[in-house]
T-cell receptor, first 114, second 116 residues
Framework: AQKITQTQPGMFVQEKEAVTLDCTYDTSDPSYGLFWYKQPSSGEMIFLIYQGSYDQQNATEGRYSLNFQKARKSANLVISASQLGDSAMYFCAMRGSGNNDMRFGAGTRLTVKP | GAVVSQHPSRVICKSGTSVKIECRSLDFQATTMFWYRQFPKKSLMLMATSNEGSKATYEQGVEKDKFLINHASLTLSTLTVTSAHPEDSSFYIC????????????FGPGTRLTVL
């Protein structure tokens, strides 16, 4: 069974600073994918970044980077130079190689302060 | 990126009626579609997975006779909430995977269902 854990229900960050959102996971799959999504108040799920379990390098997408520590089973999202528009819910998700479906963590509500 | 649409975006209905929600992949063929349910300030909970032309696979605890899923084509899946009750009020989100890369999964904008 797969399990995704996000232990931070809410986070605050000052505008222009960096913030790390935590995500740990548990799976018996040898191959899996890790995802981060942003959900603003409108409800749409916005894909941010993907990390494959066999990827040698940490994924980066613009201001988003994924701090992937396989041995610790963590896949933290780092947002650099926070902007007011970054305020939203952030979900970590995982999909195993044998599974077709994606499972989500509980989410972290990020608030960027001006 | 690929686009997934949902219709309607909002629906209010009376208790006991059935509601159909459509999910369409607009520019790719969705071999697999997923339906999620999200309660306020909660995470997305997978309800069912459907592959085109076959019966949906429901997650434990999800009533298949209550939530009817039809994946009739590679671009359309429907979720019908039958005999809706107030406890079915929720945000329903569909998601689709296709042939555009092993890691790509796209989400619709969601449908907010309110049952009076």
């Amino acid at each position: 069974a797969q399990k995704i854990t996000q232990t931070q229900p809410g986070m605050f960050v000052q505008e222009k600073e960096a913030v790390t959102l935590d995500c740990t996971y548990d799976t018996s799959d040898p191959s899996y994918g890790l995802f981060w999504y942003k959900q603003p108040s409108s409800g749409e799920m916005i894909f941010l970044i993907y990390q494959g379990s066999y990827d040698q390098q940490n994924a980066t997408e613009g201001r988003y980077s994924l701090n992937f520590q396989k041995a610790r089973k963590s896949a933290n999202l780092v947002i650099s130079a926070s902007q007011l528009g970054d305020s939203a819910m952030y979900f970590c998700a995982m999909r195993g190689s044998g599974n077709n479906d994606m499972r989500f963590g509980a989410g972290t509500r990020l608030t960027v302060k001006p | 990126g690929a686009v997934v649409s949902q219709h309607p975006s909002r629906v209010i209905c009376k208790s006991g009626t059935s509601v159909k929600i459509e999910c369409r992949s607009l520019d790719f063929q969705a071999t697999t579609m997923f339906w999620y349910r999200q309660f306020p300030k909660k995470s997305l909970m997978l309800m069912a997975t459907s592959n085109e032309g076959s019966k949906a696979t429901y997650e434990q605890g999800v009533e298949k006779d209550k939530f009817l899923i039809n994946h009739a084509s590679l671009t359309l899946s429907t979720l019908t909430v039958t005999s809706a009750h107030p406890e079915d009020s929720s945000f329903y989100i569909c998601s689709a995977r296709g042939d555009r890369g092993h890691n790509e999964q796209f989400f619709g904008p969601g449908t907010r269902l309110t049952v009076l």
